[in-house]
């Protein structure tokens, strides 16, 4: 019988966790935000919420990347990464008719608690996650 090796076992074990957690996604809920205060917040909707209000735009957390998707172009779309203190970490604009997919690298933030905050016409979405 022959006796396998703990040691590489465990590395070999260590390599594909590492390699996941770096591909790893979640969804971030994007809701309506009143950054005024003037509107009461409706209740979370997404595109699979029943509802007649739709948000045109799915994001998720891809490894180390932000990644925004427009299902439908808005124009001009503004967006900004805040950390928890509500100090800008990223901001950048998109045309959604020529770039309906935003991709915010994230490699240099450390970790914690961050939002990323949309806003074309007068729409404002915000959306929270966490490196």
């Not at 998720?60 to 990464?81: K, P, Q, R």
């Not at 914690?112 to 729409?123: A, D, E, L, M």
């Amino acid at each position: 019988m022959k006796k396998i090796n703990l040691l590489k076992k465990d590395t070999v074990l260590l390599i594909f966790l590492s390699m996941f957690s770096v591909y790893a996604s979640s969804e971030i809920i994007i809701r309506f935000d009143d950054w005024k205060g003037t509107v009461p917040k409706p209740t979370v909707m997404t595109q699979s919420a029943t509802s007649s209000i739709d948000i045109p735009l799915s994001a998720n957390l891809i490894g180390t990347d932000l990644i925004l998707d427009f299902t439908t172009s808005v124009g001009t779309a503004y967006i900004s990464v805040v950390d928890n203190k509500g100090d800008v970490v990223y901001q950048t604009v998109a045309d959604t008719v020529l770039e309906p997919e935003v991709i915010i690298p994230l490699d240099g933030l450390k970790g914690g608690k961050y939002s990323v905050k949309i806003s074309y016409g007068s729409t404002n979405l915000i959306g929270d996650f966490q490196l």
